[in-house]
């Protein structure tokens, strides 16, 4: 049994049944990225329709494996460590690989991979998505990145075909909505597409998660990419938007630029200072998430503590943004040597 796994999915596709429909990045350029660097994309790193269809069948498989020894040794369909332990000693198989199998025995959410699963052809997206349904049932969310100029450039009425195949939502990597940001990471989408893209998933009827990056653009740029970032936000008001503070990672753009002091990380209560700016900015009625870790933390009797909840869920906005503005003006009442720096974040000190 050969089964290809995503690299990575966003933290809210934890318990999601993975599948790579395509390999890497097909942009692969943004200066602050390193996720699919040493991953060339070319022909061959959109796969075929018929060995996505094979993993489909493989996952398949491999559940019905484990409900059959379930039922065998007298656990009644459910997935408990004995029925991994004798996956891995039947079959050599660690199902711990496939958290949602672990959880819920039958899959309830599904994730395609990797960076910008528009890119495939829409007729072979469709046929995707429908086999994947037709082999589970059970599914209710299928999830998926999408670029935002790859979906601001697809034509009339593919991301409708989309939503009713069942894709039911798309995270776009918005980052910034300033355009001389956007230009200078080279992340090759205007803040026109930003919109016009955010815009053609909802009116599609599919749900969208927005990715926000704090801190992107350092001390320089720190006021401009707030507004202009809220700016977009307001006009496309997503379902979800997604706070990941900046760090710079090694071998990338940023961070060469970082460590010839050419680009000035902000300190901790100014990255406080630039949410708090952004979000008083804000006029939306989705959800505004902080779920990772990477987000202004503090120390606490040497326990690292979120100063917004990381829950994937977040804040319902407008009802929760007072809330979350006090929380901010709180944050910056805490001493700024208690926060997390973004150079110890790269270093990994915290931990
Ligand atoms: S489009 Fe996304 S995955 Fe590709 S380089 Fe940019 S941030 Fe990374």
Request: glycine residues 8%; aromatic residues 8%.
């Amino acid at each position: 049994m050969t089964y290809e796994l995503p690299p990575m999915r966003p933290p809210s596709e934890a318990y999601s049944l993975l599948l790579r429909v395509h390999r890497g990045c097909p942009w692969n350029r943004c200066a602050f990225c390193d996720a699919y660097k040493s991953l060339k994309f070319d022909k061959s790193s959109i796969r075929p329709v018929e060995d996505i269809k094979r993993d489909i069948l493989a996952a398949r498989q491999l559940m019905e494996q484990a409900m059959d020894a379930s039922q065998a040794l007298g656990d009644g369909g459910v997935i408990t460590d004995r029925v991994r332990g004798y996956m891995f000693q039947r079959h050599f198989l660690d199902i711990g690989l496939f958290p949602w199998l672990l959880r819920y025995g039958q899959p309830q959410t599904a994730f395609l991979g990797d960076s910008d699963a528009i890119i495939l052809k829409t007729e072979n997206t469709v046929e995707i998505l429908g086999f994947l349904h037709q082999t589970f049932p059970t599914l209710e969310r299928v999830t998926s990145y999408g670029r935002a100029r790859t979906i601001a450039t697809k034509a009339t009425g593919h991301m409708e075909a989309l939503a009713r195949a069942g894709l039911n939502r798309i995270h776009i990597g918005l980052e910034t909505g300033d355009d001389e940001l956007l230009a200078f990471v080279e992340k090759g989408t205007t803040a026109a597409q930003m919109v016009e893209a955010g815009r053609r998933v909802k009116r599609a009827g599919i749900s969208l998660s927005m990715y926000v990056m704090p801190g992107l653009g350092g001390v320089s740029r720190s006021r401009q990419h707030a507004l202009n970032t809220a700016a977009v936000l307001n006009q496309v008001d997503p379902d979800f938007i997604r706070f990941r503070s900046f760090v710079p990672r090694q071998g990338t753009p940023l961070y060469q630029q970082y460590e010839h002091d050419e680009l000035v990380l902000l300190p901790p209560h100014g990255y406080v200072n630039e949410i708090k700016l952004l979000i008083d900015t804000l006029e939306v009625t989705g959800r505004v998430a902080f779920d990772h870790m990477i987000n202004p933390t503090f120390k606490q009797n040497n326990h690292l503590v979120p100063l917004l909840h990381p829950d994937n869920e977040g804040y319902k906005f407008p009802e929760r943004k007072g809330e979350v503005l006090a929380t901010l003006e709180r944050g910056l009442a805490i001493d700024e040597s208690r926060f997390i720096r973004a150079e110890q974040w790269i270093l990994r000190e915290h931990l």
